[in-house]
Nanobody, 122 residues
Framework: QLQLVESGGGLVQPGGSLRLSCAAS????????IGWFRQAPGKEREGVSC????????NYADSVKGRFTISRDNAKNTVYLQMYSLKPQDPAVYHC???????????????WGPGTRVTVSS
């Protein structure tokens, strides 16, 4: 069974950092692009970042550019989203998703994790 599972969410103060992980089981991530999406209550799902299978090409939403870094460790079958300088507008449930290529549209992804919640509060 193909599964993605996110971890690393939690409560952090404004300006703080978190690292999210997206671990795959049942398949290898080597050939997949992995996207991170987030959805806050009452808001539409937003594409945050994506990394292609090679790891050499990454994309970021303007809202997180310069603050978030996506990376992958294919040996660990895991993709990471390092988040710095977290802001009050960043809280959401963060999901990772896998597909053959990067897209900012969630509907283009076939495999999704259940999500991990990020809360930013003082």
């Amino acid at each position: 069974q193909l599964q993605l599972v996110e971890s690393g969410g939690g409560l952090v103060q404004p300006g703080g950092s978190l690292r999210l992980s997206c671990a795959a089981s049942g398949f290898t991530l080597d050939y997949y692009a992995i996207g991170w999406f987030r959805q806050a209550p009452g808001k539409e799902r937003e594409g945050v970042s994506c990394i292609r299978s090679s790891g050499r090409i990454t994309n970021y939403a303007d809202s997180v550019k310069g603050r978030f870094t996506i990376s992958r460790d294919n040996a660990k079958n895991t993709v990471y989203l390092q988040m710095y300088s977290l802001k009050p507008q960043d809280p959401a449930v963060y999901h990772c998703a896998a597909d053959w290529g990067c897209s900012k549209y969630g509907s283009d992804y076939n495999y999704w994790g259940p999500g991990t919640r990020v809360t930013v509060s003082s």
